[in-house]
C-alpha cells in the first residue's frame, strides 16, 4: 500500500503491545509482596517479547521488501513493559530508532498497593457484575480513570506528530510502538476509534506480547483491518458493526466520518424524526405566525 503523499507526515503504523508473561500472570500472590509496578517477566515473557521484536520488525519492514522506515518507542513506567521493550529492541539496529520515551500516563491500571489475593478474588468478581469499565477498584482507579489520563496522552502525541517533536524525516515512514497494558491499550483503541461503553465491555484482553496494528490508510484513517483479519477482529470482540466501521476506515478519506454520522446515531437513538418531519414543523412554525400577525392587525 503506497501513503499518499499529503499523509506523510502521519505515523504509518501505531502499533500496541501489551507487556511478555510476568511473575503475576503467572502466580497472583506475588501482588502480594511486591509492588505491581516491580513485577518482572517470567523467563517465558523474556523469550515472548524477543519473538515479538522480530515480528513487528517484519510487519514494519513488510518482510524485507521495505527500507525506509523509523521508529519510536513509548513505554510504561512498569518493570514488565520497560523489560519487553529491552528485548524488542534486540531486533532494531540503533539508526532505525528515533528515539524512546517512558510515558507514565499509559501504565498499568491502578488496582490498589499491596493486594490480598482472596480480597482481590471478591472485588474482580464484583467488577465483572457491576462492569468492567466503571468500577473502581479501593485505592485505586476504574478503566474511566485510565481512559482520562490517556484521553490526555493522545492530546500530546498528537501535537509531537503536529510540530514534529519526533524528529522524523517526512521520507521515512514512521512506527510509534506503545508498550503497555491490556487494559491500557483497550481503552486506547476505544478512545481512538469512538467505541462506546458497550463495545468496551465487549473486548478481550490482549495476550501477552499480542499486537493491535493501526495503519494508516489511503484516505487518512487508521484502521486495524489493514493488517489484521476480520477473523482476529471476531476473536477480539469486535461486533460486526466494528468490524464494518474498521473495514471503511481503511480507504476512507480523513474526516468523512462525519458524514457517516447517521451510521453511528444508530447505536444511540431508536428513532429520530426525518427531514420531512422538519418541513411539516416550519410549517407549523410559518402558520402559527401568521396568526399571529393576523391578530395583531
Keep these: 500500500m503506497i501513503q499518499s ?105 491502578d488496582f490498589g498497593n499491596f493486594q490480598v489475593e482472596e480480597r482481590m478474588k471478591v ?35 498528537w501535537r509531537d506528530i503536529d510540530m514534529n517533536r519526533l524528529h522524523n524525516d517526512p521520507s521515512d515512514d514512521l512506527n510509534l510502538i506503545i508498550i503497555s497494558h491490556g487494559l491500557t491499550s483497550r481503552v486506547f483503541l476505544m478512545k481512538w476509534f469512538k467505541w462506546s461503553v458497550e463495545q468496551f465491555e465487549l473486548l478481550n484482553n490482549f495476550g501477552n506480547c499480542e499486537c493491535r496494528v493501526m495503519q494508516l490508510g489511503l484516505g487518512g484513517e487508521y484502521s486495524l483491518a489493514i493488517h489484521h483479519t476480520e477473523d482476529e477482529l471476531q476473536e477480539w470482540g469486535l461486533s460486526p458493526d466494528m468490524i464494518a466501521d474498521q473495514k471503511w476506515r481503511a480507504n476512507a478519506t480523513r474526516g468523512d466520518w462525519n458524514e457517516r454520522c447517521p451510521w453511528y446515531l444508530d447505536a444511540f437513538f431508536d428513532c429520530l424524526a426525518t427531514d420531512s418531519d422538519d418541513s411539516v414543523e416550519e410549517d407549523t412554525d410559518d402558520s402559527l405566525e401568521e396568526d399571529i400577525d393576523d391578530l395583531i392587525v
Design 5 to 109: 503523499p499529503q499523509y506523510k507526515a502521519l505515523p504509518k503504523r501505531i502499533i500496541l503491545v501489551r507487556h511478555g508473561e510476568s511473575e503475576g500472570n503467572l502466580d497472583r500472590s506475588a501482588y502480594t509482596t511486591t509492588p505491581d509496578y516491580k513485577i518482572p517477566l517470567t523467563q517465558q515473557g523474556i523469550a515472548q517479547a524477543k519473538l515479538a521484536g522480530a515480528q513487528i520488525q517484519s510487519v514494519i519492514s513488510e518482510n524485507g521488501r521495505s527500507n525506509n522506515w523509523k521508529i519510536y518507542f513509548y513505554v510504561s513506567p512498569y518493570e514488565r513493559t520497560r523489560s519487553t521493550l529491552r528485548e524488542i529492541g534486540r531486533s532494531f539496529s540503533k539508526k532505525r530508532v528515533i528515539g524512546v520515551r517512558e510515558e507514565c500516563r499509559v501504565r498499568e491500571q
Design 123 to 157: 472485588i474482580k468478581e464484583t467488577r465483572e457484575r457491576f462492569g468492567r469499565f466503571f468500577y473502581r477498584f479501593p485505592e485505586g482507579e476504574s478503566a474511566a480513570d485510565v481512559y482520562d489520563r490517556v484521553s490526555n496522552f493522545l492530546e500530546s502525541l
